[in-house]
């Protein structure tokens, strides 16, 4: 089963070239998942130069001039970009026999964000409250995504694997976030609606009725700050129904024409490149990123609310990722299945898996989520992250793939 480490130039330059893809092939995997282009945060990294790093936004190359010089927005460059860290690496892992992979963030990008903010989502208050979300409508945003996409496949890898290609949540909007207003699901939900002027005329050429439905968010999510409880439960299409109204919910469906063209226009390019493109879809880590503990509804099942739908993305893309952020190997197969029932059969299945904190507690944990997401349908087993994890812990994949 073909598998790939997710690992950071950082990781790379710190520790050395030799000394990461020694360990990496010990791990018995076959590729590595390079961020090319990623997102700002603050990480603890057991094993790296600096055990706290803090990453900035932007891209580990020179962008291209030709497909940045006429566009508003190019990705700001990262320390050492300069030095080509992602030419070095495709040549290292070349002589060893192991893929590449491009990882790269799209349209998560705080600092393009605070320096254009009319390219980010405005909810439907008229706030531009989420700056790290650029908004999938956006023409600048966008052509930067395709431009983005294509640049990134330039760097010689095997596959561009697209993270926050497509809407984003309110919840993951910015960095030190805080609210002592308790929203419920549904409501934070609401909040993280765009209603820019871009997705407002897409949702209205579909036939929706885009101004009722930015009312009524801006009148239930504005009774809840005004004191009224909050909605409680999950988020699905009945319940969204009968508390915001049909209109609110086709606005919400009606944004899966902007994330799956959008897709396609990326994809097409990655492929001009010579490259393809693996869309990951963030919705297995909204659920179970912190702890592991995804409520009940399926990934696949919910993944309309970012604006993802999968039945179309799997007549588009060649291969999609499910982050399976969960502790129970069952809970992961299912899925899993669920994903391969709407990509369908011919489609990749990549599963992600992390073999540590805060959802795999043993090696053996992690080997029953292998042998599950296998037996579900899945055709590649990729792990996150290497420099995220201790030594100890990294030392359960070998295990687990050969269980």
Not at 215 to 223: H, L, M, N, T, W
Not at 277 to 291: I, N, P, Q
Not at 300 to 328: F, K, M, N
Request: glycine share 10%; net charge negative.
């Amino acid at each position: 089963m073909d598998s790939s480490l997710y690992v950071y130039v950082e990781d790379v330059r710190g520790e050395g070239t030799e000394a990461v893809l020694d360990r990496i092939t010990g791990y018995g995997v076959r590729g590595v998942t390079v961020a090319a282009a990623y997102h700002r945060a603050r990480d603890v990294t057991p094993h790296g130069r600096a055990r706290v790093t803090v990453r900035r936004d932007g891209a580990h190359f020179v962008p291209p001039a030709d497909l940045f010089d006429e566009l508003r927005l190019v990705p700001p460059l990262q320390e050492g970009a300069a030095d080509e860290p992602l030419a070095a690496l495709r040549e290292a892992t070349a002589e060893r026999g192991l893929a590449l992979h491009g990882w790269t963030v799209f349209l998560q990008n705080t600092t393009l964000g605070l320096a254009e903010p009319d390219v980010t989502v405005r909810n439907c208050f008229g706030d531009r409250g989420s700056p790290a979300d650029l908004c999938p409508s956006h023409p600048d945003v966008r052509l930067y995504a395709v431009a983005l996409g294509r640049a990134v496949a330039r760097q010689g890898v095997d596959s561009v694997v697209a993270e926050a290609l497509h809407f984003g949540t309110f919840g993951h909007g910015y960095h030190h976030e805080r609210s002592f207003v308790p929203l419920g699901p549904m409501d934070a939900f609401l909040l993280g609606l765009c209603f820019c002027g871009f997705c407002m005329r897409r949702a209205a050429d579909l036939g929706v009725n885009a101004e009722v439905a930015r009312e009524e968010c801006s009148r239930i999510v504005g009774a809840v700050l005004d004191g009224a409880p909050p909605a409680q439960g999950e988020v699905t299409r009945a319940a969204l129904t009968a508390y915001a109204g049909p209109e609110v919910v086709a606005y919400a469906r009606a944004r899966s024409e902007t994330v799956t063209s959008l897709v396609s226009d990326v994809s097409t390019a990655v492929t001009a490149e010579g490259s393809r493109l693996v869309f990951l879809d963030a919705t297995g880590a909204v659920k179970g990123y912190s702890d592991g503990l995804p409520s009940s509804g399926l990934a696949a099942h919910d993944s309309w609310q970012l604006g993802v739908d999968l039945v179309a993305l799997g007549d588009l893309v060649p291969s999609l990722g499910v982050l399976a952020y969960a502790r129970d190997a069952g809970r992961v197969a299912e899925d899993v299945v669920a994903y391969r029932r709407s990509t369908g059969k011919d489609r990749e299945l990549r599963a992600v898996l992390r073999p540590g904190l805060p959802d795999t507690d043993s090696a053996e944990r992690l080997a029953a989520k292998v042998r599950a997401v296998r037996a579900a349908g899945a055709d590649a087993v990729d792990f996150y992250a290497y420099g995220l994890m201790p030594y100890p812990i990294l030392d359960r994949i070998p295990g687990a793939l050969s269980a």
